[in-house]
Structure formats: structure tokens, C-alpha cells
């Protein structure tokens, strides 16, 4: 069984993001203007949280315009996993300066996330059916929160695995491929687990932190601060009061957007091209 080197996988994604970041960013730089501009436009149009309203006929309205610009966007963030990957795979080469192309390898990437997805959401709501099933929200006792306790951590354990046997090599089997084979990018990573575990965390953690420190600055760090009382609606109001700096947010996003594009993308091309002998890859 061929196992991913970690080290060389992590060296690589840096290389990739930060050695090649003109042309990740010329790639990605016009569909990532687009999904700001959507992104902005359910607040310019009052539609952001209208899908709330008790007005039937709104929330419908709202609903589907909002659905429209997620869907457009992520048509937008498939065409940038397309172009990043073909990148990192060496299936291009050289600098760029503007990227735009809506071909079957973005449809099928598109295909490819959506399924995903809908599956992951199954999953997690397989997950919490199974939990309030086997330890019903009433039911109190020391046994019983014990086991609560064990459902919960184990259950987490378990969508974290499947989630990583899932997407870790998805974009480059799906670029490199050209076909929508989810069964295949799970299997590819059998007994590479925990190496894929580190490299995932190695190559988003940094950037988590840089994100979260920009939003400290942005919102001011009681944004983090701990939440009392009705903790979902405390959250949701909490988020909500992040609107004022959306502006801010979006350019936040703009910026990172390319070396997180460059970094996960650059770590799974790395391990498919380890996993998957070079007689057998897709032709350029």
C-alpha cells in the first residue's frame, strides 16, 4: 500500500502556494471578485435575511434569489479548484494574468462538490437523528450523560473520517481523471488517514489563525468572547452583528482566498500524484 510522505506532501503545498502565488492569483482573481460582488448582494438587495420573515411569500422570494447566488458562486469556486489543480498537477504550466472558463472539467468539479455536499449533510443529520435517538435530550443521570458524551465524541471521530477519506484527493481525481468518481477518491486514501489528518492540519491551521486574528482586528475580539445565555441565538446575533464589517470581511477573503486555494489544492495534487502511478493519470 503506498502511504503519502507528510513531510514532502506539506513542502510541497507551501512551495506550490507561495512559490507560484502570481499565478494562482491570476487564475482565481475574477471568480473570486464575482462571488464578493454575490456575496454582497443578498445585503444590497434585502434578501439576507429575509428567508426568515414570517411573510411566506418573502421568505420563498428570498429564499430561491439567495439559492441562486450560492449555487453561481459555487459554480465560480469550482472553476477556481479546476484551474489551481490543473496547476498544481502540472497539467499547466507558466504565469497568468485573467482565467474564466465554464467547460465540463468546471461541471463536473461543480457535480463533483455539490454530491459531496449532499452527502456530507446526510451524514451529519444521520448523526444527530441516531443522537437523539439514543440519548434522548430529556433523559438526565450520570449513565446517561456519559453516554451522551461517548456518541458525541465518537460520532464527530467518524464524520471527520469519512469527510477526509472523501475530499482529500477529489479535486485532482476529478481534474486529472475526468470523471465524477467519488468512490474512487475515498478508496485512494485507504491506510492514509492519519498522514492526510496532518497534512490537512498543517496546511489550514496556519491560516485559520491569520484569520481569525484579522477578524479580532476587524470586529474586536469580544467577537470571541464566551457566549451566555440561549447560545444558538447568542451565535446567530453574534453574526449578524458582523454585517457592519462586511466590506472588510470580503477583502479579508479576497486576499486568503489564493494561498488557501494554493495550500489545499497544492497538498491533495501532491498526494494523488503519489497514490496514483503516473501510467495511470488522466493525459494533459
Known amino acids: 500500500m503506498i502511504k503519502i510522505p507528510v513531510a514532502e506532501a506539506i513542502r ?22 464575482i462571488v464578493a460582488f454575490l456575496q454582497f448582494l443578498p445585503y444590497a438587495l434585502g434578501t439576507a435575511y429575509t428567508a426568515s420573515s414570517a411573510n411566506a411569500a418573502e421568505a420563498t422570494g428570498a429564499t430561491f434569489i439567495n439559492l441562486a447566488f450560492s449555487t453561481t458562486a459555487l459554480v465560480l469556486y469550482g472553476m477556481n479548484f479546476v484551474s489551481v489543480t490543473r496547476q498544481a498537477l502540472g497539467i499547466r504550466q507558466g504565469a497568468a494574468s485573467i482565467h474564466f472558463s465554464l467547460g465540463w472539467p468546471e461541471w463536473r468539479m461543480f457535480v463533483a462538490v455539490v454530491i ?34 461517548v456518541y458525541a465524541i465518537v460520532g464527530f471521530c467518524a464524520l471527520v473520517w469519512f469527510t477526509l477519506r472523501l475530499v482529500f484527493v477529489l479535486a485532482p481525481v476529478v481534474v486529472a481523471e475526468e470523471r465524477v468518481d467519488l468512490v474512487r477518491a475515498f478508496l485512494l486514501t485507504r491506510g492514509n488517514f492519519w498522514r492526510a489528518l496532518a497534512i490537512a492540519l ?29 447560545s444558538a441565538a447568542a451565535l446567530a446575533q453574534r453574526f449578524r452583528q458582523l454585517d457592519r464589517h462586511m466590506p472588510a470581511l470580503i477583502g479579508l477573503a479576497l486576499m486568503l482566498t489564493p494561498f488557501n486555494l494554493g495550500l489545499t489544492l497544492g497538498a491533495s495534487s501532491f498526494a494523488y500524484r503519489t497514490l496514483v502511478p503516473p501510467r495511470n493519470a488522466a493525459r494533459s
Do not use: K, R
Request: glycine share 14%; charged share 0%; aromatic share 10%.
Open 12 to 33: 510541497f503545498a507551501y512551495t506550490f502556494a507561495f512559490g507560484q502565488i502570481g499565478a494562482i492569483i491570476g487564475l482565481v482573481w475574477l471568480p473570486l471578485i
Open 116 to 149: 459531496c455536499g449532499l452527502i456530507l449533510t446526510a451524514a451529519m443529520g444521520l448523526y444527530l437523528i441516531l443522537g437523539s435517538l439514543l440519548v434522548p435530550s430529556q433523559a438526565a443521570g450520570g449513565l446517561m450523560s456519559g453516554l451522551a458524551a
Open 202 to 230: 498543517a496546511v489550514t491551521l496556519p491560516l485559520l489563525i491569520v484569520q481569525c486574528i484579522a477578524i479580532a482586528v476587524i470586529a474586536g475580539p469580544g467577537f470571541f468572547a464566551p457566549l451566555s445565555g440561549n
